[in-house]
């Protein structure tokens, strides 16, 4: 039996930045695969099903809850600890896929903000699919990033006119600013990396975007950095978890 499966960028926050293709797309799932243990947040599986509960007008489907592997940041290999991370999802995927959908329907997956952008599930439905065990086919459904939800909340064009944009991790940047880059989004910044930068650079930082918890600040970077950890260290006390995303830039004429 063929398994047909969407993944649906759901948006990086906000459930109204769902498109009519998202909307369009989850009426027509009949399982829905819902990370609501493990690693997953408990806020973020909550919008998850807030999203199912307001979108799915048809309610003719089911939520499968699973337990998401957690990655070993133990691992001092840090490609060896994702590659483990890899094998250990591809399994509980697989077995989703394998044992929870009968024939004719379709399964999905939310995937937060958009699913190209540095989310493992296109890449583990490929490997499932290269694997064999059953035919698998699905589509995707881009969302709104959390690249374009701080741009929009900033009110800024993330490029400057006819130059490049990199998007990058706050490990990467640990290394160094990149050297032909004039604007660069960081995510997945666990360790604070803007502070190793020139505090020359312009930053304009966003947390919990889309939400009703989101914080923006921006600035010359010297001048706020006491700000963003300020703000970062209350949000996380508050919440016990923080979502940020900045985007660093040479000043003018750099
Ligand atoms: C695993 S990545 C997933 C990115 C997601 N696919 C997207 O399109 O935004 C998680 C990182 O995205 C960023 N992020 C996602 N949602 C965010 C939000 N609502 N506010 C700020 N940053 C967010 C953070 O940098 C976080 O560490």
Known sequence: ?????????????SPDYMTVQAIDALNQVRVFFVPDKGAEKSDLARLRREIIARFAINADYRIVGFDNPVRDSANANYRKGVSDWHDAVEDVYGRLLADQLQEGECGAFLAWGDPSLYDSILRILERLRARGDFELDYEVIPGISSVQALAAAHKIPIN???????????????????????????????????????????????????????????????????????????????????????????????
Not at 185 to 210: H, P
């Open 1 to 13: 039996m063929k398994r047909n499966v969407f993944v649906i960028g759901i948006g990086a926050g």
């Open 160 to 254: 400057r006119i006819g130059e490049p944009i990199m998007i990058t991790t706050g490990r990467k940047l640990q290394e160094g600013f990149p050297d032909n880059a004039d604007s660069v989004i960081v995510m997945l910044d666990g360790q604070a990396a803007y502070k190793t930068v020139d505090g020359d650079m312009e930053i304009f930082w966003g947390a919990y975007l889309g939400t009703d918890d989101e914080i923006l600040v921006s600035g010359r970077l010297r001048d706020v950095l006491d700000d963003i950890e300020r703000v970062r260290r209350e949000a996380r006390a508050k919440k016990g978890w923080i979502m940020d995303t900045y985007l660093l830039r040479k000043p003018e004429g750099h």
